[in-house]
């Protein structure tokens, strides 16, 4: 099996089990969130470190611009999903926006995407 298939797998595996998960228990998926994210830094950094092995796993067969490409799909697909819950993307929304310190509670990952996005857009203009 290649690395891409081996992270298309567990991508699938977690994401059956989840619905499961959700379908059977939806306290028990809320409880694993709540202790997930109780550590907010550690999940963080455990989170860049994935994704930069993934990253590095995807840019041994894709370009930049092909996982960026395939991100978008992503995107879409999150969206049609969040349709679904509107009004509460918008509460959510406005509770984040409202809050001052936003971009520094994100600097992190915006400091990542920046640095993709600017790579991005190297690579299409290069």
């Given amino acids: ?11 699938v595996v977690f ?14 998926w809320i409880s694993f969130v709540k202790a997930l994210y ?3 830094l550690l999940v963080s950094l455990i989170s860049l470190v994935v994704a930069g ?8 067969e894709l370009t ?7 991100m978008t799909f992503m995107m879409a697909m999150m969206m049609v ?18 809050d001052r310190a ?6 992190l990952s915006l400091s ?3 640095v993709l996005m600017v790579w991005v857009i190297i690579e299409v203009f290069a």
């Fill in 53 to 60: 092995i993934i990253l590095k796993c995807l840019l041994q």
């Fill in 81 to 98: 999903q969040f349709a679904a819950f509107s009004q509460e993307i918008i509460e959510l929304s406005d509770k984040f926006l409202k």
């Fill in 38 to 40: 109780s550590k907010p």
């Fill in 112 to 114: 990542v995407w920046i």
């Fill in 15 to 28: 994401a059956f089990l989840k619905i499961i998960i959700i379908l059977k228990d939806p306290q028990a």
């Fill in 64 to 70: 930049i611009i092909q996982i960026f490409a395939s």
């Fill in 1 to 11: 099996m290649t690395p891409l298939q081996i992270i298309a797998l567990a991508f």
């Fill in 102 to 107: 936003v971009m520094r509670k994100a600097w």
